[in-house]
């Protein structure tokens, strides 16, 4: 989804925006008048595509994740060298 406001626009045009640094992460605000009901309307469904899209996107990276985590616990566990107690004895009795 792609959401273009050109100046061209017959019924939208950019009224604001602003942005915001916070270390790594860069965030944009707009705001955008409408006054075309149908074009408000295209507006919103594409600005809820968008966040559905990012939403199961963040959702699966998550998944992966974690599904890593829990690959590398169980390949930790498996290479655990055996415990002092479990290792026989030398012949003769020596500890």
């Known amino acids: 989804m792609m959401l273009i406001i050109t100046p061209k626009a017959e019924h939208t045009r950019?009224?604001?925006y602003s942005a915001t640094t916070k270390g790594t992460v860069s965030i944009v605000k707009i705001e955008v008048?409408?006054?075309?009901?149908?074009?408000f309307n295209y507006l919103l469904q594409s600005l809820r595509e968008?966040?559905?899209?990012t939403k199961a996107m963040r959702a699966?990276?998550?998944?992966?994740?974690?599904?890593?985590?829990?690959?590398?616990e169980a390949q930790a566990l498996l290479s655990l060298p055996a415990s002092a107690k479990s290792l026989p004895l030398p012949k003769g009795g020596e500890a």
Do not use: V
């Not at 008048?33 to 074009?39: K, Y």
């Not at 968008?50 to 899209?53: K, S, Y």
């Not at 699966?60 to 829990?70: E, G, L």
């Open 60 to 72: 699966a990276k998550a998944a992966a994740a974690k599904q890593k985590s829990r690959k590398a």
């Open 50 to 53: 968008l966040d559905t899209e």
């Open 14 to 16: 950019l009224k604001s």
């Open 33 to 39: 008048e409408c006054t075309d009901l149908w074009e």
